[in-house]
Protein backbone atom coordinates (compact mmCIF):
# COMPACT_ATOMS: atom_id res chain seq x y z
CA UNK A 1 0.00 0.00 0.00
CA UNK A 2 1.64 3.10 -1.39
CA UNK A 3 1.70 6.13 1.32
CA UNK A 4 -0.89 8.00 -0.75
CA UNK A 5 -3.56 5.16 -0.83
CA UNK A 6 -4.53 5.52 3.17
CA UNK A 7 -6.13 8.70 4.34
CA UNK A 8 -5.67 9.16 7.94
CA UNK A 9 -8.03 10.93 10.11
CA UNK A 10 -7.94 11.87 13.82
CA UNK A 11 -10.49 11.79 16.33
CA UNK A 12 -10.46 13.83 19.25
CA UNK A 13 -12.13 15.78 22.16
CA UNK A 14 -14.46 14.91 24.57
CA UNK A 15 -17.89 12.35 24.86
CA UNK A 16 -19.37 13.85 21.61
CA UNK A 17 -16.73 12.91 19.33
CA UNK A 18 -16.22 9.63 21.47
CA UNK A 19 -19.68 8.87 20.98
CA UNK A 20 -22.63 8.19 23.10
CA UNK A 21 -25.37 7.45 20.58
CA UNK A 22 -27.80 4.81 21.40
CA UNK A 23 -26.16 4.57 25.17
CA UNK A 24 -29.12 4.46 27.51
CA UNK A 25 -29.49 3.64 31.39
CA UNK A 26 -31.43 1.10 32.30
CA UNK A 27 -34.66 1.09 34.52
CA UNK A 28 -32.95 0.50 37.87
CA UNK A 29 -31.07 4.28 36.63
CA UNK A 30 -27.75 2.54 37.32
CA UNK A 31 -25.69 1.03 34.49
CA UNK A 32 -25.45 2.13 30.84
CA UNK A 33 -25.83 0.59 27.79
CA UNK A 34 -25.65 0.66 24.18
CA UNK A 35 -28.34 -0.20 22.41
CA UNK A 36 -26.41 -1.82 19.45
CA UNK A 37 -28.09 -0.49 16.68
CA UNK A 38 -26.04 0.67 13.89
CA UNK A 39 -27.41 3.10 11.25
CA UNK A 40 -26.49 2.07 7.67
CA UNK A 41 -24.43 5.65 7.26
CA UNK A 42 -22.75 4.16 10.02
CA UNK A 43 -22.02 0.54 8.51
CA UNK A 44 -18.33 -1.03 8.45
CA UNK A 45 -16.75 -0.92 5.13
CA UNK A 46 -13.25 -2.95 4.22
CA UNK A 47 -11.59 -0.39 3.45
CA UNK A 48 -12.25 1.32 6.57
CA UNK A 49 -10.13 0.84 9.45
CA UNK A 50 -9.13 2.34 13.00
CA UNK A 51 -6.71 2.30 14.98
CA UNK A 52 -7.07 0.14 18.32
CA UNK A 53 -5.93 0.96 22.03
CA UNK A 54 -3.45 -1.69 21.48
CA UNK A 55 -1.52 0.30 18.30
CA UNK A 56 -2.88 -1.89 15.26
CA UNK A 57 -5.00 -1.35 12.67
CA UNK A 58 -8.46 -3.22 12.25
CA UNK A 59 -11.32 -3.31 10.41
CA UNK A 60 -13.32 0.00 11.78
CA UNK A 61 -16.87 -0.73 13.95
CA UNK A 62 -18.85 1.27 15.86
CA UNK A 63 -18.10 2.41 18.80
CA UNK A 64 -14.82 3.38 17.96
CA UNK A 65 -13.75 4.42 21.11
CA UNK A 66 -14.64 1.48 22.63
CA UNK A 67 -11.35 0.70 23.97
CA UNK A 68 -10.36 4.28 24.06
CA UNK A 69 -12.91 6.15 25.81
CA UNK A 70 -12.81 3.19 28.65
CA UNK A 71 -14.33 4.38 32.08
CA UNK A 72 -17.38 5.40 29.93
CA UNK A 73 -20.15 3.17 27.44
CA UNK A 74 -19.59 4.16 23.96
CA UNK A 75 -21.95 3.91 21.30
CA UNK A 76 -22.61 6.04 17.76
CA UNK A 77 -20.40 8.97 16.53
CA UNK A 78 -19.72 11.16 14.06
CA UNK A 79 -16.13 9.22 12.79
CA UNK A 80 -18.29 6.07 10.76
CA UNK A 81 -20.68 8.62 8.68
CA UNK A 82 -17.90 10.83 7.95
CA UNK A 83 -16.02 8.29 6.61
CA UNK A 84 -18.52 6.62 4.82
CA UNK A 85 -19.77 10.34 3.21
CA UNK A 86 -16.71 10.66 2.01
CA UNK A 87 -16.70 7.27 0.37
CA UNK A 88 -19.52 8.12 -1.61
CA UNK A 89 -18.41 11.42 -2.83
CA UNK A 90 -14.62 11.07 -3.58
CA UNK A 91 -12.44 7.79 -4.34
CA UNK A 92 -10.59 6.77 -1.31
CA UNK A 93 -8.08 4.19 -1.09
CA UNK A 94 -7.89 2.77 2.68
CA UNK A 95 -9.20 5.38 5.39
CA UNK A 96 -7.94 5.06 8.49
CA UNK A 97 -9.40 6.36 11.70
CA UNK A 98 -7.57 7.29 14.81
CA UNK A 99 -9.99 7.39 17.74
CA UNK A 100 -8.84 9.35 20.54
CA UNK A 101 -11.94 11.62 22.52
CA UNK A 102 -11.94 10.82 26.37
CA UNK A 103 -15.26 12.03 27.61
CA UNK A 104 -16.34 14.44 30.68
CA UNK A 105 -12.71 16.11 29.88
CA UNK A 106 -11.82 19.60 29.71
CA UNK A 107 -9.55 21.21 27.51
CA UNK A 108 -6.55 21.98 29.99
CA UNK A 109 -6.64 18.19 30.28
CA UNK A 110 -5.41 18.37 26.11
CA UNK A 111 -2.66 20.81 27.20
CA UNK A 112 0.81 19.60 26.08
CA UNK A 113 2.69 17.45 28.75
CA UNK A 114 -1.26 15.89 29.69
CA UNK A 115 -1.78 12.63 29.49
CA UNK A 116 -4.72 12.77 26.69
CA UNK A 117 -2.31 15.10 24.53
CA UNK A 118 0.88 13.16 24.54
CA UNK A 119 -1.69 10.23 24.02
CA UNK A 120 -3.29 11.48 20.74
CA UNK A 121 -0.15 12.60 19.61
CA UNK A 122 2.03 8.97 20.06
CA UNK A 123 -1.40 7.34 18.49
CA UNK A 124 -0.92 10.01 15.53
CA UNK A 125 2.93 9.12 15.38
CA UNK A 126 2.39 5.93 15.32
CA UNK A 127 -0.52 5.49 12.89
CA UNK A 128 1.84 6.27 9.97
CA UNK A 129 4.46 4.33 10.50
CA UNK A 130 3.04 1.29 8.04
CA UNK A 131 2.18 4.43 5.50
CA UNK A 132 -0.12 6.76 4.90
CA UNK A 133 -1.09 10.36 5.55
CA UNK A 134 -2.69 12.15 8.25
CA UNK A 135 -5.24 14.37 6.21
CA UNK A 136 -7.48 16.22 9.10
CA UNK A 137 -8.00 16.44 12.97
CA UNK A 138 -11.76 16.61 13.80
CA UNK A 139 -12.57 17.92 17.02
CA UNK A 140 -15.57 18.23 19.35
CA UNK A 141 -15.25 19.31 22.60
CA UNK A 142 -15.77 21.93 25.29
CA UNK A 143 -19.01 21.01 26.74
CA UNK A 144 -16.74 20.45 30.16
CA UNK A 145 -15.47 24.21 29.58
CA UNK A 146 -18.86 26.26 30.36
CA UNK A 147 -18.93 25.96 34.01
CA UNK A 148 -17.51 28.69 35.02
CA UNK A 149 -16.50 32.19 33.03
CA UNK A 150 -12.76 31.95 33.34
CA UNK A 151 -12.50 28.27 31.68
CA UNK A 152 -15.45 29.61 28.67
CA UNK A 153 -12.85 32.77 28.21
CA UNK A 154 -9.62 31.11 28.10
CA UNK A 155 -11.02 28.63 25.85
CA UNK A 156 -9.96 30.37 22.67
CA UNK A 157 -6.58 30.69 24.10
CA UNK A 158 -6.36 27.42 24.84
CA UNK A 159 -7.71 25.81 21.63
CA UNK A 160 -5.26 27.92 19.96
CA UNK A 161 -2.46 26.47 21.77
CA UNK A 162 -3.59 22.89 20.74
CA UNK A 163 -3.41 23.63 17.70
CA UNK A 164 -0.30 25.04 17.83
CA UNK A 165 1.48 22.51 19.74
CA UNK A 166 -0.66 19.31 17.60
CA UNK A 167 0.79 20.90 14.30
CA UNK A 168 4.46 20.79 16.01
CA UNK A 169 4.52 17.45 17.29
CA UNK A 170 3.28 15.57 13.97
CA UNK A 171 5.55 17.92 11.93
CA UNK A 172 2.24 18.86 10.02
CA UNK A 173 2.15 22.88 10.20
CA UNK A 174 -1.00 23.13 8.16
CA UNK A 175 -3.05 20.39 9.20
CA UNK A 176 -6.29 21.03 8.62
CA UNK A 177 -8.26 20.57 11.30
CA UNK A 178 -12.14 21.07 11.68
CA UNK A 179 -13.98 21.53 15.17
CA UNK A 180 -17.46 21.14 16.39
CA UNK A 181 -19.28 23.94 17.54
CA UNK A 182 -20.95 22.43 20.91
CA UNK A 183 -24.40 22.04 20.98
CA UNK A 184 -24.84 21.74 24.62
CA UNK A 185 -22.99 22.14 27.58
CA UNK A 186 -22.34 21.57 31.60
CA UNK A 187 -22.84 25.17 32.59
CA UNK A 188 -24.17 28.45 31.89
CA UNK A 189 -20.99 29.65 30.00
CA UNK A 190 -21.88 27.53 26.71
CA UNK A 191 -22.29 31.10 24.22
CA UNK A 192 -18.77 31.58 25.36
CA UNK A 193 -17.06 28.92 24.31
CA UNK A 194 -19.35 28.69 21.49
CA UNK A 195 -17.97 32.36 20.12
CA UNK A 196 -14.71 31.15 20.51
CA UNK A 197 -14.95 28.15 18.63
CA UNK A 198 -16.83 29.44 15.84
CA UNK A 199 -14.82 32.71 15.71
CA UNK A 200 -11.55 31.39 15.48
CA UNK A 201 -9.40 32.77 12.59
CA UNK A 202 -6.39 30.48 12.52
CA UNK A 203 -5.52 29.34 9.17
CA UNK A 204 -7.10 25.79 7.90
CA UNK A 205 -8.91 25.47 10.80
CA UNK A 206 -12.97 25.77 9.91
CA UNK A 207 -15.94 25.30 12.35
CA UNK A 208 -19.44 23.41 11.67
CA UNK A 209 -22.18 24.10 14.04
CA UNK A 210 -23.61 21.47 16.33
CA UNK A 211 -26.60 23.58 17.72
CA UNK A 212 -30.27 22.47 16.58
CA UNK A 213 -29.19 18.51 16.08
CA UNK A 214 -31.08 16.49 18.39
CA UNK A 215 -30.43 15.73 21.97
CA UNK A 216 -30.79 12.62 23.86
CA UNK A 217 -33.03 12.97 27.22
CA UNK A 218 -29.57 14.02 29.14
CA UNK A 219 -29.51 17.12 27.28
CA UNK A 220 -25.95 16.86 26.54
CA UNK A 221 -25.16 14.45 23.80
CA UNK A 222 -26.61 13.94 20.71
CA UNK A 223 -28.69 11.15 19.47
CA UNK A 224 -27.64 8.50 16.76
CA UNK A 225 -29.47 10.33 14.22
CA UNK A 226 -27.60 13.86 15.03
CA UNK A 227 -24.18 11.91 15.14
CA UNK A 228 -25.16 10.61 11.41
CA UNK A 229 -25.79 14.43 10.70
CA UNK A 230 -22.52 15.54 12.18
CA UNK A 231 -20.74 13.17 10.29
CA UNK A 232 -22.12 13.64 7.23
CA UNK A 233 -21.40 17.52 7.88
CA UNK A 234 -17.88 17.19 8.98
CA UNK A 235 -17.42 15.46 5.23
CA UNK A 236 -19.44 18.50 3.38
CA UNK A 237 -16.52 20.37 5.72
CA UNK A 238 -14.43 18.62 4.92
CA UNK A 239 -14.83 18.22 1.04
CA UNK A 240 -15.15 22.31 0.57
CA UNK A 241 -12.22 23.31 2.43
CA UNK A 242 -9.15 20.49 1.86
CA UNK A 243 -9.81 17.81 -0.57
CA UNK A 244 -7.83 18.30 -3.51
CA UNK A 245 -9.88 19.51 -6.48
Known sequence: MSKSDKHIFLLSGQSNMAGRGGVYRDQQQHNQHWDGVIPPECQPHHNVRRFSAELHWQQAHEPLHADIDTKK?????????????LRERVVLGVTGLVPCAVGGTAIKEWARGEKLYENMVKRAKESVKDGGEIKCLLWYQGESDTSTQHDAEAYQVNMERLIANVREDLGLPSLPIIQVAIASGD????????????????????????????????NLHLTTGAQVKLGHMLADAYLTHFAPS
Open 73 to 85: VCGVGPGMPFTNA
Open 187 to 218: GRYMEKVREAQMGMKVPNVVCVDAKGLPLKDD
